[in-house]
């Protein structure tokens, strides 16, 4: 006899199975306990061990007359029997089962298992995985450059004057993007001139130089810092905005409504909010980085003991007419950039509101990824250029 029994972790017997041979041509299965889920019940290679032997029973029974409870984990062991004893070509006895156990027993054999529905654990190969990222990164590639083929023939419809949009909506994102703006980029760009005075003051202090913080406030609002904070500002402000606008358009099928009636989504959604923010950040900008040179001015005058008048005769002094337009030239690029990054992970929303905040994080990243990119290629031609 062979026996197999689980017990409870507060010392309860839970099922238990015994095997007796019976006449060298039967086997007798004796099922005991509690078969329940949530429990540690026996494992089918008991039987299975019996099953597989060099000599094998002809007949396979049941007693449960010590069965005290049961659920599905009893209907899943006896399922696993019933398939060995057919792949075996041993008969199976069920008479001894409870009515309820045949029927389900029954009810689980007339639906087959469709195929693939078990979860496997099978690790995916490497180069397999290597292959489907970069079939992945290629598809992503080629619906980037669609958009930005699409992107380019609105615009030059724009310039035509044949694209179609509505000049209401032009209005109302040139107002979201700029004067609703305002006060964000008031306090980021002073509290970023404050930081810039300060890092500078540490050291330029030990050299009785701190008049120069002017030039340091002044030169690294205009050249790179002023565009960069309004940049990053508006990628999670506009940029977010953009893409949820556009993907709870995708979900309500709005999208698809323009397409449908001939109108190019391009044209109608997208031309608005690039225009009105590639209008809108040189002057963000500029008011950044007369906010961030006011911020140096706090600490300059505050803590350092300088004058107004001799700080602000001293920034105007640093300051270069090169220097405020590859600042405004930044901006503007930047705007571009966030804009199509938000109105891109827009149209590529899926069809369900979860994908809604998945594109707009997506825009939020896209956009400051490919600022710092920017600015890093506008540092290395500008030192090219020795601009």
């Not at 069965?67 to 008479?95: H, K, M, N, P, Q």
């Not at 709005?254 to 225009?275: C, K, Y």
Request: net charge neutral; charged share 15%.
């Amino acid at each position: 006899m062979t026996a197999a029994v689980s017990e409870h972790p507060d010392g309860r017997p839970q099922g238990g199975v015994f095997v007796e041979r019976q006449g060298g041509s039967s086997l007798l299965v004796h099922l005991r306990g509690k078969w329940q889920l949530g429990r540690d019940m026996p494992s089918s290679s008991v039987v299975a061990k019996e099953l597989s032997a060099q000599a094998k029973p002809l007949r396979i029974g049941f007693d449960t007359s010590e069965l005290t409870g049961w659920d599905s984990a009893l209907i899943s062991f006896l399922v696993e029997i019933y398939d060995l004893c057919r792949a075996r070509g041993i008969e199976d006895d069920r008479s001894g089962l409870p009515a309820g156990v045949r029927r389900l027993v029954e009810l689980a054999e007339a639906v087959p298992e469709k195929q693939g529905a078990r979860a496997t654990s099978k690790r995916t190969p490497f180069f397999e995985r290597v292959g489907d990222q970069t079939v992945g990164y290629l598809s992503a590639a080629t619906q980037t450059l669609a958009f930005v083929g699409d992107t380019a023939v609105a615009l030059s419809g724009f310039v035509r004057g044949a694209a179609r949009y509505r000049a209401i909506d032009l209005m109302q994102n040139i107002s979201d993007c700029g004067p609703s703006a305002v006060g964000i980029v008031t306090l980021i760009s002073f509290l970023v001139g404050v930081i810039l005075a300060f890092m500078g003051a540490v050291q330029l202090q030990q050299f009785g130089a701190s008049i120069y913080v002017a030039d340091l406030v002044g030169i690294g609002m205009l050249r790179e810092m002023g565009a960069m904070m309004t940049a990053i500002i508006m990628s999670g402000r506009t940029g977010a905005a953009f893409a949820a606008q556009l993907g709870t358009m995708k979900v309500t099928q709005e999208v698809d409504a323009l397409t449908t009636m001939g109108i190019s989504p391009f044209q109608f959604l997208l031309l608005p909010r690039v225009i009105a923010l590639v209008l809108m950040m040189p002057l963000l900008c500029l008011y950044s980085d007369l906010m961030g040179i006011l911020g140096g001015a706090f600490v300059g005058v505050g803590m350092l003991d300088l004058s107004f008048k001799n700080y602000m005769r001293e920034t105007i002094h640093a300051l270069s007419m090169t220097n405020l337009l590859l600042g405004v030239i930044k901006a503007t690029v930047y705007g571009a950039l966030i804009a199509m990054a938000g109105c891109l992970r827009g149209f590529q929303c899926g069809n369900s509101s979860s994908a809604v905040g998945d594109a707009a994080t997506r825009a939020v990243v896209s956009s400051i990824v490919l600022v710092v990119v920017a600015c890093g290629l506008f540092a290395f031609v500008t030192n090219l250029l020795g601009v």
